[in-house]
C-alpha cells in the first residue's frame, strides 16, 4: 500500500514551543494510529544545532516546513491556524496544489484506506 503522508499545520510562534510540540505530537499519533505518516514541522529544529537554530528565523523554519509539505498528500489544520500568518500560507499553498485539507476543529479525520479510495 501507498504511504500517505500528512503534514501537520497550525500556530507556533505565540505560544510556548513544549505546548506546540506536545499539540504536535498527540496529532501525529492518532495519525499514526490510522495508518498514515505525520509529518511534524516541530521536529526541523531537530536537524540543526541549537545554536543554528538559534540565529534561524521564521522565514528559515517556513522554508524548511513548506520543503517538507511539498512532500505530503494532505495538511492538517490544528485549532487556532486562522490566527497563524505560517499556517495560513501552508493552507493556502495546500489549496492551490489540490491536496486533502482537514480541521481539527471541526473534526476531520479520514483513514488512509478512505483517502486512497477517493
Given at each position: 500500500?501507498?504511504?500517505?503522508?500528512?503534514?501537520?499545520?497550525?500556530?507556533?510562534?505565540?505560544?510556548?514551543?513544549?505546548?506546540?510540540?506536545?499539540?504536535?505530537r498527540r496529532i501525529a499519533a492518532e495519525l499514526r494510529s490510522s495508518g498514515l505518516t505525520p509529518v511534524d514541522p516541530t521536529l526541523i529544529e531537530q536537524n540543526s544545532s541549537p545554536e543554528e537554530n538559534a540565529l534561524k528565523?521564521?522565514?528559515?523554519?517556513?522554508?524548511?516546513?513548506?520543503?517538507?509539505?511539498?512532500?505530503?498528500?494532505?495538511?492538517?489544520?490544528?485549532?487556532?491556524?486562522?490566527?497563524?500568518?505560517?499556517?495560513?500560507?501552508?493552507?493556502?499553498?495546500?489549496?492551490?496544489?489540490?491536496m486533502h485539507i482537514w480541521y481539527e476543529k471541526y473534526g476531520d479525520f479520514i483513514t488512509e484506506q478512505e483517502l486512497l479510495n477517493e
Open positions: 500500500m501507498e504511504e500517505v503522508r500528512v503534514y501537520v499545520s497550525g500556530p507556533v510562534s505565540n505560544r510556548s514551543f513544549e505546548d506546540t510540540k506536545q499539540h504536535f528565523g521564521w522565514e528559515d523554519f517556513m522554508r524548511e516546513g513548506i520543503k517538507s509539505l511539498m512532500d505530503c498528500d494532505a495538511i492538517y489544520m490544528l485549532e487556532g491556524y486562522e490566527h497563524s500568518r505560517g499556517a495560513k500560507l501552508e493552507l493556502q499553498l495546500a489549496d492551490k496544489l489540490g
